[in-house]
């Protein structure tokens, strides 16, 4: 869209706008489809990023990029240990998987703004966002499976039995007056988890998306300066974002796996 031919208000309204389609009557059931679409390219490039340098590793001197890989691995495994002391065959690979995916939808944040929705409009898309973060159906719809492991290992460490008297219980203590109060206040944190990681995650990466929207406004020789400062510090941003997903979802697992 050219700022000659529309207001700031409606360039800023256009770039926010999903590639969507609904299902039925729409409604809660329409479906941003450039999300979902990043959102599948970025996760297999993780795949076959990952599943290529394990096809190649070598127990010599190792090249740059198996060495970053093992690099990563290692700093994830290193704090899955030092957070959940519970079986880790499972969490491990949870994190690892957290952790790159979400790195990889916050590095599309970096991409010139206008470049994949001007070739989408050359291809007669009308609407195009490619980072899925910038999305909170992606981040929350995220956070809810982070939820469901959570209670899941509830039940694994626990038992259901444990389980179940851990929230009439805790943690105002176990006479029957105080059932209600304390489901009620495990309710109450159990929700807040998954808002909380959905919402930060969203929040700090969809601001990003507008400032680097409002830079783009600029006439072009002002652009460089504020852009690439921006994304200088985005770059700090966008490794830190994932980073607090992944610990705070490891975090979570093991206080639900671990008695009080």
Do not use: C
Not at 123 to 146: E, K
Not at 157 to 179: D, S, V
Request: aromatic residues 16%; proline residues 5%.
């Amino acid at each position: 869209m050219a700022s000659e031919a529309h207001s700031p208000s409606e360039i800023v309204q256009h770039h926010l706008q999903h590639l969507q389609v609904s299902v039925g009557d729409g409604g809660f059931w329409t479906l941003n489809i450039d999300t979902l679409f990043f959102s599948w390219v970025t996760g297999l490039l993780f795949l076959g990023l990952f599943y290529s340098v394990a096809r190649k590793a070598t127990a010599g001197t190792p090249g740059g990029l198996q060495n970053f890989i093992e690099m990563v691995v290692g700093f994830v495994d290193q704090q899955v240990k030092d957070t959940f002391h519970g079986p880790k065959n499972f969490v491990a690979p949870l994190a690892l998987t957290i952790f790159v995916w979400v790195l990889f939808w916050n590095l599309l944040d970096l991409l010139p703004v206008d470049w994949f929705p001007t070739a989408a409009a050359a291809m007669g898309i009308p609407y195009l966002r490619i980072v899925p973060s910038a999305d909170l159906n992606a981040t929350f719809g995220l956070s809810l499976s982070v939820l469901l492991i959570i209670i899941y290992y509830g039940f694994k460490g626990k038992g259901a039995g444990g389980y179940g008297r851990e929230w009439l219980t805790h943690p105002f203590g176990a006479h029957w007056a105080l059932w209600i109060p304390n489901i009620l206040i495990n309710l109450v944190e159990l929700i807040s988890k998954p808002v909380s990681l959905g919402m930060r995650l969203f929040g700090n990466l969809y601001a990003a998306e507008i400032i680097f929207i409002l830079i783009a406004l600029l006439p072009w020789w002002a652009q460089w300066l504020p852009g690439t400062a921006w994304a200088i510090f985005h770059i700090l941003v966008i490794p830190l974002q994932a980073f607090l997903f992944m610990v705070l979802t490891v975090v979570y697992v093991s206080l639900s796996y671990e008695s009080h």
